[in-house]
């Protein structure tokens, strides 16, 4: 896909929700696709390897909860794999601190070339586990957003994103169409660790994607038993 063809497309499904795309914007963006798609034939980022599939199920996808962080200094993106939500956010926010968090080393090694490539400041990306991240001090309720898409079930979920949260401040989960079952069975796991659920948003997005924008306030501290060791979460949720 050529230049003019792809930031027709993007600022076109943009619009649709209500964000303008600025020209610089579109040439990293396009710039981080062409990277993405070069570096996916060694190392497997993504599933989603077709151009139109990439400006509409990431790209498109990661810049519906703008309106949520354009206003928040310090945000983090755990699970962040091949930089989203957090890259297509931080190239709409260039004032905002990013930090984004992934497991695997080969992900970050990626970003570290997205990074240099697109010019990107105030971005920290970090090889690490969420669970282990949030037992460092400097860490550990440091962020006014914690954002995550496509990580894991929500009562598993909120041990990695809350306990890395401040207090008064958000968590953003992007979950899928049906997610009533999953809401109720994380209630209980979503008070032990301080937080109450806000509201939950539906959204309609091109590409005929359905999204639900969690929003989980933190009005209390975590309990500092949590999160639990790496792997627990997952084996025995809350």
Request: charged share 30%; hydrophobic share 40%; proline share 4%.
């Amino acid at each position: 896909m050529e230049y003019k063809e792809f930031k027709e497309e993007l600022v076109k499904s943009a619009k649709k929700i209500d964000i303008d795309i600025t020209e610089e914007q579109a040439q990293k963006l396009y710039k981080y696709m062409i990277t993405l798609i070069e570096w996916n034939k060694k190392i497997n980022l993504t599933a989603i390897t077709q151009e139109k599939d990439i400006i509409y199920k990431h790209f498109i996808d990661s810049i519906s909860i703008n309106k949520y962080i354009k206003n928040k200094r310090n945000i983090i993106d755990i699970g962040t794999g091949a930089g989203f939500p957090g890259i297509p956010l931080k190239i709409l926010n260039n004032q905002n601190n990013f930090t984004l968090v992934d497991s695997l080393g080969k992900r970050i090694n990626f970003l570290q070339n997205v990074k240099n490539d697109l010019n990107l400041n105030n971005i920290n990306l970090i090889h690490s586990r969420a669970e282990d991240l949030a037992k460092i001090d400097i860490y550990r309720e440091k962020f006014d957003v914690v954002v995550s898409r496509a990580v894991a079930n929500l009562r598993v979920l909120v041990e990695y994103m809350l306990p890395l949260v401040k207090k008064d401040e958000i968590c953003i989960c992007m979950k899928g169409p049906n997610i009533e079952e999953e809401i109720k069975e994380a209630e209980n796991a979503i008070n032990i660790l301080g937080g109450k659920i806000e509201k939950i948003n539906f959204m309609e997005l091109p590409g005929e994607m359905q999204r639900n924008i969690v929003i989980i306030r933190k009005i209390k501290n975590t309990p500092s038993i949590y999160p639990r060791k790496a792997g627990i979460p997952t084996k025995q949720p809350l």
